[in-house]
């Protein structure tokens, strides 16, 4: 029987903005994870440690990091897609600062697209990952792994399950918090969910949660998400407006919306913690900010 209730981890302040052709200000960051902790955003991914000339709407992650609020029961993740990375999370913490809670590690499910986004193979985003996991352990920083491009490659094509489950079943053995896949972009339909994440249910046997990171490339992403849900996935990301993006795969769009997602959810009758009428005021508010529409279809049809 799958849970009444699902989590949300709000990835708007990192994928939602990486890909945005103009710079949002610390403030305005600062703003706006503040209004998703009100709606009820409990995890939420709030900056990425790479480096700013790739991608220069996260260079001022430290100064986020500085500036959020210390609210109890609220996780903050950075992203790391190396070692390098996960220094810079783990110096946010220096001198009693708080810093964030948690990294995000990321390797990619094909050769091309990993040596493209982070200069890595497969082999190598295992060994680099498994080290990863390792000194955030050691050094009492919880640390979670998506394994990206996991239903597509935008330059191989196809990505065969077994390849995705090999590196699970490897990166499981470092006992991260939980074990992502990730449609980046978006070309999964629900069948592969059902499928995928049902092997993966059974790989990992109850001792590690998996979570689902969809993108609406091709309007599958909501669709997707349900038979997530259905296969046993509790965790969700999803991004204000459904913004995002991936700077590195050609025509990607943007991840599934907050507001589609609790919405499909709430009328559902699964529980979210999360305040649809407070998203899509956010949402309006943060049009705003962008001077734009976000392509959230529930807070256009509100």
């Known amino acids: 029987m799958v849970a009444q209730s699902i989590e949300l981890v709000e990835v708007g302040p990192r994928d939602g903005l990486q890909n945005e052709p103009d710079i949002v200000s610390t403030s305005d960051k600062l703003a706006l994870v503040e209004r998703m902790i009100e709606y009820g955003a409990r995890r939420l991914e709030v900056a990425s440690f790479v480096h700013p000339e790739r991608v220069p709407q996260m260079a001022d992650a430290e100064a986020v990091i500085a500036g959020l609020p210390d609210r109890e029961h609220i996780t903050y993740i950075g992203l790391a897609l190396n070692k390098r990375g996960v220094l810079r999370g783990l110096a946010t913490r220096e001198g009693g600062k708080r810093g964030i809670d948690q990294i995000g590690c990321v390797i990619v499910a094909s050769d091309t697209f990993g040596q493209k986004n982070q200069g890595q193979t497969i082999a190598q985003g295992i060994a680099q990952n498994r080290e990863m996991i390792r000194l ?167």
């Open 136 to 302: 955030c352990k050691a050094e009492g920083l919880s640390a979670q792994i998506t394994i990206s491009a996991a239903f597509g490659c935008p330059f191989e094509g196809e990505v065969k399950p077994e390849t995705v489950l090999s590196i699970a079943e490897d990166l499981a053995a470092e006992g991260p918090i939980e074990i992502a896949l990730a449609d980046t972009i978006g070309v999964g339909v629900p069948a592969q969910m059902t499928d995928l994440f049902g092997q993966l249910g059974e790989l990992l046997a109850g001792e590690i949660p998996m979570r689902c990171h969809f993108h609406n490339t091709r309007g599958t992403g909501i669709a997707n998400a349900w038979a997530a849900y259905q296969a046993g996935v509790g965790v969700f990301d999803a991004s204000l407006g459904g913004l995002g993006g991936c700077p590195f795969a050609p025509r990607a769009t943007g991840n599934i919306a907050t507001e589609d997602l609790v919405y499909l959810m709430d009328a559902s009758r699964i529980e979210s913690g999360v305040n649809l009428e407070e998203v899509i005021a956010t949402n309006r508010w943060f049009a705003s900010i962008l001077d734009r529409e976000l392509p959230s279809l529930v807070a256009r049809a509100a």
